[in-house]
């Protein structure tokens, strides 16, 4: 157990439509991180949040934006869902910007159909 | 494209045999981690390795970095049953401090 958190554990998505994930991470944990997991594939980096401020993203469209809460929790939101966003989506949590050490979420499996 | 792949992709070996696993990236690198990951769930940090060291321990893990060929190998010894997962290797470079991940080794140990 790493004590990171995600809900929900799956989620079924019509194409076009908007989804919400939600990530609770380690207390005193200040970064997260997001990535994207597809089937068979290594996860690839979304973004990462720094105290409340996107701290780098990686090659994903605006229509992937995310929040993160004082309270250790944060959001990955995703717009206009396409087919090819069914994926394993996986929040990891650290004590800072540095990727020394990352805490895992069980992640969400989300299908878009 | 993805910074790391992971040699071979899929590993099939007995109870109690050593397991091997490698890893190749393109860049130079700020250091490499290995991390586990158990039927498609949340991944487990294993091991850091940073570009200034060459080998590793702990437990039965050892890592070794080879930065003048770009390449890293875990090496799992005396497996059990419980190291069935998938491995994969991560890199840090650059100022920015994103993981680049390489697409895993599927290990399977066979009672």
């Known amino acids: 157990e790493t004590g990171v958190t995600q809900s929900p554990t799956h989620l079924i998505k019509t194409r076009g439509q908007q989804v919400t994930l939600r990530c609770s991470s380690q207390?005193?944990?200040?970064?997260v991180s997001w990535y994207q997991q597809a089937l068979g594939q290594g996860p690839q980096f979304i973004f990462q949040?720094?105290?409340?401020?996107?701290?780098g993203r990686g090659n994903f469209p605006p229509r992937f934006s995310g929040l993160q809460f004082p309270n250790y929790s944060s959001e990955l939101n995703v717009n206009a869902l396409e087919l090819d966003d069914s994926a394993l989506y996986l929040c990891a949590s650290s004590f800072d910007a540095r990727s020394y050490e990352q805490y895992f979420g069980p992640g969400t499996r989300l299908t878009v159909t | 494209s993805q910074q790391g792949e992971e040699d071979p992709q899929a590993l099939s070996i007995q109870e109690g045999e050593n397991a091997t696993m490698n890893c190749s990236y393109k860049t130079s690198i700020n250091n490499l981690q290995w991390y586990r990951q158990n039927s498609g769930r949340g991944l487990v940090h294993l091991i850091l390795?940073?570009?200034n060291e060459r080998e590793k321990h702990s437990g039965r893990l050892r890592v070794t970095l080879d930065t003048s060929k770009k390449s890293s190998s875990l090496l799992i010894t005396a497996s059990r049953a419980a190291d069935t997962a998938s491995y994969f290797c991560?890199?840090?470079?650059?100022?920015?401090?994103?993981?680049?991940w390489g697409a895993g080794t599927k290990l399977i140990i066979k009672p």
């Open positions: 390795i940073r570009s």
């Open positions: 207390s005193g944990h200040n970064t």
């Open positions: 949040y720094y105290r409340e401020e996107e701290n």
């Open positions: 991560a890199t840090e470079f650059g100022s920015n401090y994103q993981l680049i």
